[in-house]
């Protein structure tokens, strides 16, 4: 099993520019959720996707989308990448227990 | 908004000595997690604690809940180098919404 697995590790845009962060899982878990951590801080919860099919927002998703592409997947665009976006995502999933699996983070930087 | 805050921010001992963080939350929970991530990877789950306990175990890790002072904390028995890290905890309210504090950057001195 991998897990959790994000593409791509690293990635530099330009203010303006878009992309997708991509993640899926292996572990048939239900709920999927992609994190913001920035320096000193904790992570803060951006969308989330219970089930196959259903997106929420979490704390903090202005400037994201999101598409919960089937079970495993569950991937996260900037349509317009601000400075203020620069940060390491985490993607993490959850099946049945209340434990949340993460995976290895996408650092993100916004020129 | 944060719903923990870990304490202290920062943490530095000797191997061997035991390691103590404190999180305190604002509203009610289902359950408390902590959770370890070591610099530059993911969150790893350490431990669950439910409302309804007060006191759990895991190894070298003894998490207590008092949900009167909405305040939990992590204790690390003879903590070793490779304990190193940040420790958080997240809260889980009950649509099971968590919120993580900022954490605690663990140093264990060889």
């Known amino acids: 099993n991998a897990g959790v697995t994000q593409t791509p590790k690293f990635q530099v845009l330009k203010t303006g520019q878009s992309m997708t962060l991509q993640c899926a899982q292996d572990m048939n878990h239900n709920s999927m959720y992609w994190y913001r951590q920035d320096p000193g801080m904790g992570l803060r919860l951006i969308y989330y996707?219970?089930?196959?099919?259903?997106?929420d927002k979490g704390e903090v998703p202005n400037g994201y989308n999101v598409s919960r592409l089937n079970k495993r997947e569950f991937s996260l665009r900037l349509e317009s990448a601000a400075p203020s976006q620069t940060s390491v995502y985490f993607c993490?999933?959850?099946?049945?227990?209340?434990?949340?699996?993460f995976g290895p983070g996408t650092r993100l930087t916004v020129t | 908004s944060q719903q923990g805050e870990e304490d202290p921010q920062a943490l530095s001992i000797q191997e061997g000595e035991n390691a103590t963080m404190n999180c305190s939350y604002k509203t009610s929970i289902n359950n408390l997690q902590w959770y370890r991530q070591n610099s530059g990877r993911g969150l790893v789950h350490l431990i669950l604690i439910r409302s309804n306990e007060r006191e759990k175990h895991s190894g070298r890790l003894r998490v207590t809940l008092d949900t009167s002072k909405k305040s939990s904390s992590l204790l690390i028995t003879a903590s070793r180098a490779a304990d190193t890290a940040s420790y958080f905890c997240a809260t889980a309210g009950i649509f099971n919404d968590m919120r993580f504090g900022a954490g605690t950057r663990l140093t264990v001195k060889p």
């Open positions: 996707s219970a089930s196959e099919g259903t997106t």
């Open positions: 993490a999933s959850r099946g049945n227990s209340y434990e949340q699996y």
